[in-house]
């Protein structure tokens, strides 16, 4: 079945704070994800919040976890419990003639559900290669492939991408009326995650070229 | 009363996955909060957890976060529940020779506690100023001061940090022994949050320059 090219906000995926800045279209959900590269999961042990950054790989409708069966967050989600992922991508820094107007360009997205174990050889082996396609296509199929150990030596989780919204802000600020006079400067400055160059692994032969992929890495 | 120089772990702030990349030094964790420009608020709210980014700000041993009193996130915390506030800086991509060991240089902070309202229109007042401070440092002086409006339109919450560790990865890829000898390009890519040229609000009159802090921003 294809899925709906919208979510239907659900009373915890509502955008209520500014509410024009919510967005609920898979596609804008799903270029979010794909474009960062950490999600900070949200999960409750104990009545205490926690939230962890970790990698991540996008399936179709499913964002896949990863990790040790060790894992106390990992563990603590195989139980089923409500699950909170987020995933923001910082655009700018938004500078106003007042204090109180200052903000920040970004994109979010929140995902809420609940997570379940990746039980199959196969869909396991899919999911470890979307977290290094995620990061960088194409190098999957050029590394070596997890062996069974290392297949049964991860814990993979599966969150459906089922109620999700996205927040987005973007352009300069909005000032009061009144302070446009002021002599301040006022615009944005647009940041972006950018990639110096690549550092050879201390073991690497001289005759291994760095990839362009590496050289030219952009997200 | 001085604080300690480190943090004590308690249950909850202990590193149990990869111990040795724990750091409980409290100059450590104030070096990540100072460069992150964005956290990760967890809280429970009828036994669901969100995960919300928001931006922040660091006075001595206190963590502010701040927004509107019709936020829905800060009237929950304003209860004195438990929050769970976590920066991630994500400082490389590290490609190893099998997508096993593929991996992620970063340095985290996880802060544990329970805010309360900040009530004084001196803090509170302090607590704006940080949030500009904290992205550019200098700027709350050059720009119009909170007005009693918008001091009094602003929820501030404050956070102490008492409870908190920091996780830090550093370094290039750990292979399997074996995996040295294929014909693999491994190392890493460094990442870095980059400002690109600043862009003038649309209403700035021609007369007024881009200060040095924008067009030579860095984190």
């Given at each position: 079945?294809?899925?709906?090219?919208?979510?239907?906000?659900?009373?915890?995926?509502?955008?209520?704070?500014?509410?024009?800045?919510?967005?609920?279209?898979?596609?804008?959900?799903?270029?979010?994800?794909?474009?960062?590269?950490?999600?900070?999961?949200?999960?409750?042990?104990?009545?205490?919040?926690?939230?962890?950054?970790?990698?991540?790989?996008?399936?179709?409708?499913?964002?896949?976890?990863?990790?040790s069966?060790?894992?106390?967050?990992?563990?603590?989600?195989?139980?089923?419990?409500?699950?909170?992922?987020?995933?923001?991508?910082?655009?700018?820094?938004?500078?106003?003639?007042?204090?109180?107007?200052?903000?920040?360009?970004?994109?979010?997205?929140?995902v809420?559900?609940?997570?379940?174990?990746?039980?199959?050889?196969?869909?396991?082996?899919?999911?470890?290669?979307?977290?290094?396609?995620?990061?960088?296509?194409?190098?999957s199929?050029?590394?070596?492939?997890?062996?069974?150990?290392?297949?049964?030596?991860?814990?993979?989780?599966?969150?459906?991408?089922?109620?999700?919204?996205?927040?987005?802000?973007?352009?300069?600020?909005?000032?009061?009326?009144?302070?446009?006079?002021?002599?301040?400067?006022a615009?944005?400055?647009?940041?972006?995650?950018?990639?110096?160059?690549p550092?050879?692994d201390?073991?690497?032969?001289?005759?291994?070229?760095?990839?362009?992929?590496?050289?030219?890495?952009?997200?």
């Open positions: 079945m294809q899925p709906e090219n919208n979510f239907t906000p659900s009373q915890r995926s509502t955008i209520k704070r500014v509410p024009k800045r919510g967005d609920y279209e898979r596609n804008t959900i799903y270029r979010i994800l794909d474009e960062g590269l950490v999600c900070h999961v949200g999960f409750v042990a104990n009545g205490q919040p926690f939230v962890i950054p970790t990698a991540y790989g996008r399936v179709d409708d499913k964002l896949y976890i990863h990790g069966p060790a894992s106390r967050m990992l563990k603590t989600l195989q139980s089923g419990i409500e699950v909170c992922v987020t995933v923001t991508l910082l655009d700018g820094l938004v500078l106003a003639r007042s204090a109180f107007h200052h903000s920040m360009n970004y994109r979010s997205v929140v809420f559900g609940t997570a379940t174990t990746v039980e199959t050889a196969e869909e396991k082996l899919e999911a470890l290669n979307a977290f290094v396609e995620h990061v960088i296509p194409q190098r199929q050029e590394v070596r492939p997890p062996n069974r150990n290392e297949l049964t030596g991860t814990l993979v989780l599966s969150l459906p991408l089922d109620e999700a919204s996205a927040k987005v802000r973007t352009g300069g600020p909005i000032d009061d009326e009144a302070d446009y006079e002021l002599p301040v400067w615009g944005e400055i647009p940041l972006n995650l950018s990639a110096a160059e550092v050879n201390s073991r690497l032969p001289s005759s291994i070229e760095v990839p362009t992929y590496a050289t030219q890495y952009m997200r």
